[in-house]
């Protein structure tokens, strides 16, 4: 399949024979048509499938094809994103996919100045992406308009829920008029995502990419047991041992963020963090310097963790396992991009188990455990088995007599030594409601 079949305008197959993209991605080979035809789509697509390119060549086609001239203040393509950072790149990615295009295309999210977005969208803007929150704050001073919108692109969708945005997103749907395409894009499903998609939606194409929750096959991941105040020390031995080239961390808090970044400076190592105190400036420049090579270790919370497109990044550590067990889907997905191939490492302490059992199942395997002896933890990290379901804490280890093991079993649950397999207690994740109603990467 060539992009030329799937009906894309000259300008756009120009642009992607500059790109050197040869062939559609499996998402764009089964998106880009319906998308063109006006359908609305809902798409399980995990990240670095190439999703970006899938809506943003065809909105920018239909752009050129159907609909009026840009009012002031209106705009005719909404992405919705979940941070900064996406809106960032989607932005570049949109900009890029459109250079040969007469469209004008702009990014707004919170954390800065909210004036110049103001003038920006004063003489009307063809694409605009933006972050729920900032874009309601627009909304209400009057300075966007959503009357010629003809499509609403609802990116990393999961993502905004889980980051509490129902709200903003409910007010702002109850702006946008009715007839419209909408087109829904997430790496997960969950059922809150399917009652949006139910209301959002008008007779949608459905898309599943790759398996609902899998992570990238591509990805390479195991996990290292290590006592919780040795994580430091234990990512600088590997770091050193294994000689890594360049790692994106991942760090539960903020504070975390800024101790190990402070750590490996004092021990001579280029790194530099990201997270949400630092000023958006200051994140943007972070992430340039670390594409650039000009850094070896960029260490992140979470906020960092959607939609960061770096090319043929190695390797992703999980410093700490992250609470929602959706976001180790995401932070792994930072690496083995676009088929390339790529390692995931988790440094698990005890107090982690549980996080551990829910990743395990939702990633329907059981991570392959890689001790290092110098680190073997004094508190063990319980083992997990089949079954997937947390059903206590952990307790201080007695004596290491283990039941299960890893090896055998194919869904994360963890079992003490010597505790009777209990009836299990179902895990529950609180997933934001949405009140009852219809609530790129770069090239
Ligand atoms: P995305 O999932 O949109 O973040 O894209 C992941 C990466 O794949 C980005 O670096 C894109 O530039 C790249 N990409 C997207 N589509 C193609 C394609 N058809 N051929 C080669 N690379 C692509």
């Avoid at 899998?214 to 996990?223: D, E, M, R, S």
Wanted: glycine share 8%; net charge positive.
């Amino acid at each position: 399949m060539t992009f030329a079949s799937l009906g894309l305008i000259e300008p756009l197959l120009r642009t992607l024979d500059g790109l050197d993209y040869t062939t559609p991605t499996a998402v764009q080979a089964q998106a880009i048509g319906p998308i063109l035809k006006g359908r609305d789509l809902m798409a399980a697509a995990q990240t670095g499938t190439g999703k970006t390119a899938g809506f943003a060549l065809p909105v920018l086609q239909r752009l050129m094809q159907e609909g009026p001239q840009v009012a002031s203040n209106s705009v005719r393509a909404l992405v919705l994103v979940p941070t900064r950072e996406l809106a960032e790149q989607v932005q570049q990615s949109i900009q890029t996919y459109g250079q040969h295009l007469p469209l004008r295309s702009y990014s707004v999210y919170g954390g800065v100045s909210i004036n110049p977005q103001m003038m920006k969208l004063r003489k009307g803007l063809d694409v605009l992406v933006a972050t729920p929150g900032r874009l309601l704050d627009l909304y209400r001073q009057n300075a966007v308009k959503f009357n010629q919108l003809q499509v609403l692109v609802l990116d990393e969708a999961d993502r905004m829920l889980d980051l509490g945005f129902s709200k903003e997103l409910d007010e702002l749907f109850c702006a946008l008029p009715k007839k419209r395409q909408t087109l829904l894009f997430s790496a997960t499903f969950s059922e809150a995502i399917r009652g949006m998609a139910r209301l959002m939606l008008r007779d949608p194409l459905s898309i599943e990419v790759s398996p609902r929750n899998a992570a990238a096959n591509t990805v390479k991941q195991w996990l290292v047991p290590v006592d919780k105040k040795r994580k430091s020390e234990l990512f600088l031995h590997l770091y050193q041992s294994k000689k890594w080239s360049q790692v994106l961390v991942f760090v539960k808090t903020r504070k975390g963020v800024d101790e190990l970044e402070a750590y490996l400076q004092q021990h001579g190592i280029s790194a530099d963090a990201i997270h949400g105190d630092k000023p958006q400036a200051t994140r943007l420049h972070a992430l340039q310097r670390f594409k650039d090579g000009e850094i070896k270790v960029l260490v992140a919370t979470d906020v960092a963790a959607r939609g960061l497109d770096i090319d043929d990044m190695p390797l992703v550590v999980n410093f700490d396992l992250p609470i929602v067990a959706e976001d180790y889907v995401h932070r792994i997905g930072r690496t083995g991009r676009a088929g390339a191939t790529g390692q995931a490492v988790s440094l698990v302490c005890a107090d982690e188990v549980q996080h551990l059992s829910a990743i395990e199942s939702l990633i329907q395997q059981v991570l392959p455990r890689v001790d290092e002896p110098d680190f073997i933890p004094d508190h063990r990290v319980p083992q997990t088995v089949a079954g997937g379901l947390v059903v206590k804490k952990p307790k201080k280890p007695k004596k290491p007599k283990v039941v299960g093991g890893g090896k055998g079993g194919s869904l994360g649950r963890w079992l003490e030594a010597d505790e009777p397999a209990a009836p299990a207690v179902k895990a529950v994740r609180k997933v934001p409601s949405f009140g009852g109603k219809p609530k790129a990467g770069r090239k």
